[in-house]
């Protein structure tokens, strides 16, 4: 069965950090355009980074991708993290990519974990 599954969300005070989990199962991800993407509440799903090294200019600084091909594995370092990152965070992988180097939409997609930044 092939799957993603993200991990490490949760509520973060303003300024503090979180690192996010995308561990594959069932496919190899070295193969694959890798992203992480968000949804925050009544705003369309956004892209935040992908492998292919695209930041969203929102995040840019503040956020690193990262790859861990021995655990087939995505991460996702976010650091001074601002109340308008809330939102459910997902990791995408598709064959093809788009310009920015970014899975499809219609590739694979994991369930999504909350990050709630608030004081």
């Known amino acids: 069965q092939l799957q993603l599954v993200e991990s490490g969300g949760g509520l973060v005070q303003p300024g503090g950090s979180l690192r996010l989990s995308c561990a594959a199962s069932g496919f190899t991800l070295d193969y694959y355009a890798i992203g992480w993407f968000r949804e925050a509440p009544g705003k369309e799903r956004e892209g935040v980074s992908c492998i292919s090294a695209y930041y969203a200019d929102s995040v840019k600084g503040r956020f690193t991708i990262s790859r861990d091909n021995a655990k087939n594995t995505v991460y996702l370092q976010m650091n001074s993290l601002k109340p308008e990152d809330t939102a459910v965070y997902y990791c995408?992988?598709?064959?093809?990519?788009?310009?920015?180097?970014?899975?499809?939409?219609?590739?694979?997609w994991g369930q999504g974990t909350q990050v709630t930044v608030s004081s």
């Open positions: 995408a992988a598709d064959r093809p990519a788009d310009l920015r180097g970014c899975p499809l939409p219609g590739g694979y």
